[in-house]
């Protein structure tokens, strides 16, 4: 069944508001590369407190949005869940389209912004220091996205012979751009490839059994 | 004034509408039963999942079935606690974020209080003060209560909750979860003294409840092999009524003023624990109200009932509240030992 809120919604009618709290607490309007507002701040927990404040800043003087972006993941599930129901609530509040962007696909954006090639590997930090990795290629997954504990990571890292990216290579000690996924480049992401506003959760069952 | 009411605390989603004057315009609620019953209890993972992909398309339901559009809402109420923070923290961001674009005041409502104050919602002639019996899977609390937002304690249970003990029971006797209407239906064909068992801290001074010594007796009993499953379940359900009885009794003779008893909660379905209740409030010349099982089991209506009754009695709430896992509606009640985590 497809679901309501995203169905049959013209792009580029005006601003989009992108709401990414996979990871850090960051909120964005932007239209397509230009970014008319921002909140980006680094939050482990309390998404959920700080969301709706944000938001009201950042939409003050009555900036309705044409369409509403949310992170589905990989990212802390409570996190997501917070971003995705205020997304929601907003697009049913305001009547406008919800779609949801991977937080591999915002790294994506950000990476391709800076001119680095694909295919790309994101490699996000998830907690209790294990990592998810999620290769791409033109904002599409060529694999499922996994994790993994930082060994079995490691490997895949060293292995891979393409571009990389992300938060997660720091916990690796491999010296690359640590990125984190980031509202700002949420209008980049083309429409033919965001998804349904509901959570991607990722399977970890590699871990388990390493563990 | 109509509020939007959303309920998101446990494995119930729910959304609902209710106007000032009582009336429920919609109300729905989606439950996760089949979602938790292959575990054998409510796992909150699966139920903050499952809140995120229903509410949304229910907040649309319950408007588009009252003809209403979001801006003809006057405000918007959200469950904040106590239950399961990642379940609760759904609806409440899912609240907040309504009334943020709606341009709409937000009230972050106690689940407890939904509870304690739904039966106004049906009984418009209900005076303060009233003692309530909250009986549910995570309460079992007695409960005086004086007006919106004002409520003593008057005792609670020092372990399980009555609606835990009916789900443990269900268990022992291989019924599925949950155990309350299934014991209640073994029951039926029971004798209620065949299996001797404890009632805990009938005749105490102390005005508390608890239930885990009965559970370890039914557990024991089950053991045996001696006994019918259908007298366990009767012996079992006839002590929980006794208990009830006993600590509510108590509990009636310390507030004279009450106007009436209330149970409330999953546990106030059952019939023969309504029975003996509605024999005790008669010896004291009391009507025994019990809202109808929509309103006594988890619901929006009662969520927005309660922001009402705290609108009309003119408090202040933190629109940003944040998401609790515990809040006590008598923040002065006394600590009690091993208390069920929700007390
Ligand atoms: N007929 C019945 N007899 C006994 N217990 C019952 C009956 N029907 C339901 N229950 C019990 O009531 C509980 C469910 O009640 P309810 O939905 O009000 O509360 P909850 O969601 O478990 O807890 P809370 O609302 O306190 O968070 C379960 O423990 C269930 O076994």
Not at chain 1, 2 to 27: F, M, N, Q, R
Not at chain 1, 137 to 149: C, G, I, K, M, T
Not at chain 2, 56 to 79: F, S, Y
Not at chain 2, 80 to 107: D, I
């Amino acid at each position: 069944m497809p679901d309501p809120l995203t169905a049959s919604a013209p792009g580029g009618a005006g601003p989009v508001l992108v709401i990414a709290t996979g990871h850090a607490l960051s909120l964005a309007l932007v239209d397509g590369a230009d970014v008319l507002g921002e909140h980006h701040e680094p939050l482990a927990r309390g998404h959920a407190e700080a969301l709706v404040p944000a938001l009201q800043d950042l939409l003050a003087g009555e900036r309705r949005p044409a369409e509403v972006r949310v992170e589905t993941g990989p990212g802390s599930f409570t996190g997501l869940r917070v971003g995705i129901a205020a997304a929601r609530a907003l697009g049913l509040a305001w009547g406008v389209p919800v779609r949801g962007v991977s937080s591999s696909q915002l790294v994506a954006a950000e990476a391709e912004a800076s001119g680095m090639t694909e295919p790309l590997l994101v490699v996000l930090a998830a907690p209790r220091g294990q990592i998810w990795l999620e290769p791409l290629r033109d904002f599409v997954p060529l694999a499922p996205a996994e994790a993994l504990p930082a060994e079995a990571a490691r490997a895949r890292v060293v292995a891979w012979p393409h571009a990389m990216t992300g938060s997660g290579l720091e916990v690796l000690g491999v010296p690359a751009l640590q990125r984190e996924p980031r509202a700002r480049f949420g209008g980049l992401v083309p429409e033919g490839r965001l998804g349904p506003p509901l959570p991607r959760y990722v399977r970890a069952h590699e871990a388990r059994e390493v563990a | 004034m109509i509020v939007l009411g959303l309920e998101s605390s446990c494995d119930e989603t729910a959304a609902a509408l209710v106007g000032a004057d009582r009336r429920i315009l919609a109300s729905r609620v989606a439950s996760q039963m089949e979602l938790h019953a292959p575990f054998g209890g409510v796992v909150p993972e699966l139920a903050a999942r499952a809140h995120v992909e229903r509410l949304a398309p229910m907040v649309e339901a319950v408007l588009a079935e009252a003809g209403l559009p979001l801006g003809a809402v006057d405000a918007i109420a959200a469950t904040a606690g106590p239950g399961l923070v990642g379940a609760v923290m759904v609806g409440l961001v899912t609240g907040q974020a309504l009334a943020f674009a709606a341009g709409k005041p937000f009230v972050p409502v106690n689940h407890l209080e939904a509870h304690a104050l739904s039966p106004r919602l049906v009984a418009p002639d209900l005076a303060f003060p009233y003692l309530l019996l909250l009986v549910s899977g995570g309460h079992c609390q007695l409960l005086a209560v004086e007006g919106a937002g004002r409520y003593r304690r008057l005792a609670t249970t020092l372990d399980d909750a009555a609606g835990e003990a009916f789900d443990k029971v269900g268990k022992l006797l291989g019924l599925g979860f949950p155990g309350g209407p299934a014991v209640e239906r073994l029951a039926r064909a029971g004798d209620p003294r065949a299996v001797p068992l404890p009632r805990p801290l009938v005749g105490a001074a102390e005005p508390h409840f608890s239930f885990a010594g009965l559970k370890t007796a039914v557990l024991r009993a089950v053991a045996e092999r001696r006994h019918a499953r259908a007298d366990i379940a009767a012996s079992f359900q006839a002590a929980v009524t006794d208990c009830l009885v006993d600590r509510t009794a108590r509990a009636l003779a310390a507030m004279p003023d009450a106007t009436a008893l209330v149970a409330a909660g999953g546990v106030a379905a059952n019939t023969a624990i309504r029975a003996a209740l509605e024999a005790l409030a008669a010896r004291h010349g009391l009507p025994l109200v019990v809202p109808p099982p929509a309103l006594c089991t988890d619901n929006a209506a009662m969520v927005a009932w309660a922001a009402i009754e705290r609108r009309q009695a003119g408090l202040a709430d933190d629109p940003h509240a944040p998401a609790r896992a515990r809040w006590p509606l008598d923040a002065d009640a006394e600590p009690v030992r091993g208390a069920g985590v929700k007390a």
